[in-house]
């Protein structure tokens, strides 16, 4: 690591930054476990609250010691609030639920159970977890929203915020002398409009937070990255506090991001691609940058491909990976094909890897 990389202080040790953390959203990262994501160099995970509250329960996890003995990660644990979550369930099939002024409501739809997620009990369930990086609880929309629900939703967002804040530091208070307390950090929302989201960013600086996240969906409709929305809100956000560009995570928007001044990172996609056969390789002589946005810097491999049955070579020749570093493409594909869960796990790692190997390189 470079003598000149900057580091998120944690509860849990330092963050090195740029970082990107993978989705370990109901504790625990598919396919592989905790060891698996130490080997590869893994810095931190993402947890996903609202998931984490419906099964198994953040009492439960607080009774285990905490989400990190739970799921035996001793490195930074991140935890989304699950505003996103409420947009794609409830806005998105309004049966499921409703989004009140001052709380949310949610109906389990296999059990009809129901569930209400306010401000405070966001904030109290990511202290039962223990995480080191607690979200605030956000009013989530689509870019394509009208302008009065994105108004409203950017109002709805900073009151929240702000009893988000309320209650966070009322727990601080009553930790045990010398503990040392998560960092909060706030989502900026407000579609497409970068009045609102100034209007965001403004409100929820003047709160004051450890750090600020870019909500909502940052893909347009042509499936490049919002780079000027998401310019503008770094540059309405303090230079001296950490930026998280939620949701963004394919490698060539994480570069550009990080370009635009984000430090922090995480997504679904490298796992989930894994899962469906899909593998991240640099371009020979690219894995250590320099990475220019906009400049074609990797290739992605779909494994099932017939080109790869007498491939009896690594899936990137550069890569130091548990799959890369003993089986070919040839294997790989083969345990694909026979549905051998070997492959999840062998793919899955590769894919985290060309992750670290990336933001290493950004570093």
């Known amino acids: 690591?470079?003598?000149?990389?900057?580091?998120?202080?944690?509860?849990?040790?330092?963050?090195?930054?740029?970082a990107f953390l993978p989705d370990a959203t109901r504790a625990g990262v598919r396919a592989v476990d905790a060891a698996d994501l130490r080997a590869i160099g893994v810095p931190g995970v993402v947890v996903n609250t609202f998931h984490l509250?419906?099964?198994?329960?953040?009492?439960?996890?607080?009774l285990a010691g905490g989400v990190h003995r739970f799921m035996a990660w001793d490195a930074p644990v991140l935890s989304d609030s699950g505003g996103f979550q409420v947009y794609s369930l409830i806005r998105q099939n309004p049966s499921?639920?409703?989004?009140?002024?001052?709380?949310?409501?949610?109906?389990?739809?296999?059990?009809?159970?129901?569930?209400?997620?306010?401000?405070?009990?966001?904030?109290q369930a990511q202290f039962q977890l223990g995480s080191d990086v607690i979200m605030c609880l956000d009013d989530c929309t689509s870019a394509e929203d009208p302008p009065d629900e994105q108004a409203q939703s950017v109002e709805r967002t900073v009151r929240w915020a702000r009893r988000c804040?309320?209650?966070?530091?009322?727990?601080?208070?009553?930790?045990?002398?010398?503990?040392t307390r998560p960092l909060l950090f706030a989502v900026v929302q407000g579609g497409a409009s970068e009045a609102l989201r100034r209007e965001c960013a403004g409100a929820l600086t003047a709160i004051g937070f450890d750090g600020y996240g870019f909500g909502g969906?940052?893909?347009g409709a042509d499936g490049g990255l919002l780079s000027d929305l998401l310019q503008m809100v770094a540059e309405a956000t303090p230079a001296t506090s950490p930026r998280h560009a939620l949701g963004v995570g394919r490698p060539d928007h994480v570069v550009r991001a990080a370009a635009l001044g984000y430090t922090m990172f995480d997504c679904s996609l490298p796992?989930?691609?894994?899962?469906?056969?899909?593998?991240?390789?640099?371009?020979?002589?690219?894995?250590?940058?320099?990475?220019?946005?906009?400049?074609?810097?990797?290739?992605?491999?779909?494994?099932?491909?017939?080109?790869?049955?007498?491939?009896?070579?690594?899936?990137?020749?550069?890569?130091?990976?548990?799959?890369?570093?003993?089986?070919?493409?040839?294997?790989?594909?083969?345990?694909?094909r026979v549905?051998?869960?070997?492959?999840?796990r062998l793919a899955t790692l590769h894919n985290l890897r060309f992750y670290v190997r990336l933001l290493d390189a950004l570093r």
């Open 165 to 179: 804040r309320a209650e966070f530091d009322k727990l601080c208070a009553g930790a045990a002398r010398g503990e």
């Open 53 to 62: 509250m419906r099964t198994p329960g953040t009492r439960l996890i607080k």
């Open 271 to 336: 796992t989930r691609d894994a899962r469906h056969h899909r593998l991240y390789t640099f371009h020979p002589g690219r894995d250590r940058g320099p990475f220019v946005p906009g400049e074609p810097f990797y290739e992605t491999v779909y494994i099932l491909d017939q080109q790869h049955a007498n491939d009896f070579g690594p899936v990137d020749p550069s890569c130091d990976c548990p799959l890369c570093s003993h089986y070919s493409r040839a294997y790989l594909r083969h345990l694909f």
């Open 217 to 219: 969906w940052p893909i």
């Open 339 to 344: 549905e051998d869960v070997t492959a999840e």
């Open 1 to 18: 690591m470079s003598p000149g990389t900057s580091f998120l202080q944690t509860r849990h040790g330092p963050l090195p930054l740029p």
């Open 96 to 123: 499921s639920g409703v989004i009140r002024p001052n709380e949310v409501l949610f109906r389990e739809p296999t059990t009809g159970e129901k569930w209400t997620l306010s401000p405070e009990r966001c904030i």
